[in-house]
């Protein structure tokens, strides 16, 4: 994926740990999805049971991407002591015997909202925008340098708020939802702990002010790949808009 | 990128010549981008001159990726044969010495909409989403088969009548930009001369059913990524919708 490039500012020189802390946290206030209209009408209680429906199978592509994202940049470390920590997210999302991961609890959402499990799963009927836009997160992990691939993942300084909210509002508004939020819960624990550690590992890995520009920029082109699913599922479901021949459609009700 | 599958019908034996291209004319009567709202405003002359910039200056990217789609199957095939005659497109788009490249002629449509070229050029401003469907032809053809790589090109067959039909309404509702569409003559001849070729080569190497599937299964994947890219530029300019951050804004008049 070819990123936008962000020039250096003229006179720049390296930012220190907290300036690069604060422009990355800029990033995420500018221009991470709780900003996104889909968002605020689902914490407004404005979207409809199809629309949550649509919702949920659409992002379950991106939550099924997520341990493989993982296991990429796994794969691109030679550092034993990085793969220890990292390895915990793979296990987060595909869990193992003695816990559940991220994906089970997703699709028990994605039933709570009222859709079979197969359809779900089968990722048959996600609109394609979705998919580009998660297929260009593995290839940014894949074809980046490691500092990106790590950088990118730093969303999740911003995560715990929104799911906060998040939670509290779909118990508001939608109650039949209730049962399905396990994935949430989770994530409240599991993504501050995971971005702490990105965090300390992209600041002390990003020397060079090229290399802190860098991670600025990946941490904005994974928020560009999360408003940009959004913005699909807004178009096809909320809009007059259209889903593409073959995606999922909202039942008459 | 995990294309849908699509099952072959019960009882399917290999398609005839006749049927195989039956189905693929099918697939673009139902899906190729002719049919997409965006451009049947264009055609009824209900675009303003800043969304033909939004849509020249975002196609812009498409056209700079076809030689390097096409580059990538020159470098996929190991017959000089099919070689030589796919050459001939890099050329096409590229031009050389002697003769004009279609990207040159799309920056002056862009020029003749208003857009300076440094700025259609620079890529910048593409919407991302524009970029993702892009970049995911760009993997069909780097990492599906040959079969699947070429057959995706078969947008080609549906292109000259969208052509001829697009360069009569441009002319009639946008007069100024009419300077703009030598692109679109060269194309008139070039597509379908490359349609033919990539038509017969298709004809002959899909010989399983599961193969002839799989080349009408990649021709709709090519629909769906010429269709996301149209609903991208509506929704960020048409409707009351929203270009992300940093992408192309339409300037106030």
């Not at 629309?51 to 493989?68: K, T, V």
């Not at 470390?77 to 793979?90: G, M």
Request: charged share 25%; net charge negative.
């Amino acid at each position: 994926m070819a990123l936008r490039s962000i020039g250096i500012p003229a006179g720049g020189g390296v930012l220190s740990v907290e300036e690069l802390r604060t422009r990355l946290r800029q990033v995420g206030e500018e221009r991470y999805h709780h900003r996104h209209p889909f968002h605020l009408m689902m914490h407004a209680g404005e979207l409809s049971q199809g629309q949550l429906q649509a919702w949920a199978l659409n992002r379950y592509y991106y939550q099924s991407r997520i341990p493989i994202k993982d296991a990429i940049i796994l794969s691109r470390s030679d550092d034993p002591e990085f793969r220890r920590a990292w390895s915990k997210r793979v296990l987060d999302h595909d869990g193992d015997t003695t816990r559940e991961g991220g994906i089970e609890r997703w699709i028990r959402l994605a039933e709570a909202t009222g859709l079979d499990r197969e359809r779900v799963v089968s990722c048959q009927e996600v609109l394609p925008s979705v998919r580009y836009a998660v297929d260009a997160y593995l290839e940014l992990v894949r074809n980046r340098t490691l500092l990106e691939a790590v950088a990118s993942s730093l969303t999740e300084l911003f995560s715990r708020d929104l799911i906060t909210l998040r939670m509290d509002r779909l118990r508001q508004h939608y109650p039949w939802l209730s049962g399905g939020l396990d994935y949430f819960e989770a994530r409240l624990q599991q993504a501050p702990e995971d971005a702490r550690f990105a965090l300390q590992w992209v600041s002390e890995h990003a020397v060079t002010r090229a290399e802190q520009e860098s991670a600025i920029n990946a941490l904005t082109a994974k928020c560009d790949i999360l408003w940009a699913q959004l913005d699909a599922i807004y178009f096809a479901y909320v809009q007059p808009g259209w889903p593409p021949p073959g995606a999922f459609r909202i039942e008459e009700s």
